[in-house]
């Protein structure tokens, strides 16, 4: 049986480490805000090359806190009209229209599933105001063309980095292209806690400041609250995991992308279509995204073969009940990516026989 994820057996190797530090924060009693947290902030904001860092309770608040923070600052209003790909995990929409936002929806790219700069500048319309791009999959969509186009015309560039932290666009880090970025420590991201947490990043000082403030209460001295804040902090175990586990974040991302690699060279099934990996970025493949028009049946076929599966997403948000005043709108590579996505098994722990069993299996697979 080759698992999906066996997160158990990839956090194993961190155990002794995490013991100690554990121990560490017991023996100090300073649970939150304390140095653990103040010292990730640093070294994550160092590894994604940005001035400021704040960490916070998960992907989602993440998203949230930057878009709600704008507004604080009255950059964005109540309405305003946020770009965002049709194909995302629902957290992404959520932050906008929990801030009374309107989103969107952008259809992807056939090709890399992102909506980025071609997507994204066919979109932009005399109203827009803000883009949330979304690194999906673990592949940068950011370009600085579209950045381009959208500082001159006064458009904030969020980045949804739940799912790419470590990739490159021509050398520089997703979460440190855009005016601001989300990250998600959810534990099975790439970079993953042992629970909920999250953090924000960017360059903008007086963002960063409104964050800080906001992620406390909308506190930055005691009982002194200067804005209508919430509780989402990140507490000092999870931050001393995450410190742990950054040091080790671009070899197990090389790991991810050798195994990409290999599935991608090793896969020759008419039936299917293995991801795109464009040369001006760094993929790093947080999801292992097969296409296959009869997708349920291969579905079954490999779990007979003893290899897991998930799907990304198996509705896209617009057709979400949640969302239902959304439902009549048509995207259609979001809609036939929901029926045909297939992620196959792609983390650091696979070895090469696991590969070419998982190849084995694909390319054995028959409508
Ligand atoms: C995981 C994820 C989030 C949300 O992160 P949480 O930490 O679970 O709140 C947001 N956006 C995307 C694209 C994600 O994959």
Known sequence: MIPYLPLNEINAQYNSEIESAVKRILSRGWYIMGEECSTFEREYAEYIGTQYCIGCGNGYDALWLIFNAYKQLGILHDGDKVLVPANTFIASVLAITHNNLRPLFVDPNPTSYLAGEEEMLASIADDTKAVLLVHLYGQNSFSRKLAETCSERGIIIVEDNAQAQGALYQGARTGSLGDAAAHSFYPGKNLGAMGDAGAVTTNNEELANAIKALHNYGSNRKYIHESIGVNSRLDEIQAAVLRIKLRNLDALNKKRQEVAQNLIAGIENPLVQTPF???????????????????????????????????????????????????????????????????????????????????????????
């Open 277 to 367: 990996i464009p040369d001006y970025s760094q993929h790093v493949f947080h999801i292992f995204p097969l296409l296959c028009g009869s997708r349920d049946a291969l579905q079954k076929h490999l779990a007979l073969k003893g290899i897991e599966t998930q799907i990304h997403y198996p509705s896209p948000v617009h057709l979400q009940e949640c969302y239902r005043q959304y439902a009549t709108l048509s995207l259609p590579v979001a809609e036939r990516l929901s029926q045909q996505e297939i992620s196959l098994p792609c983390h650091p722990l696979l070895n090469d026989n696991d590969i070419q069993q998982i190849v084995e299996a694909v390319n054995n697979y028959h409508s």
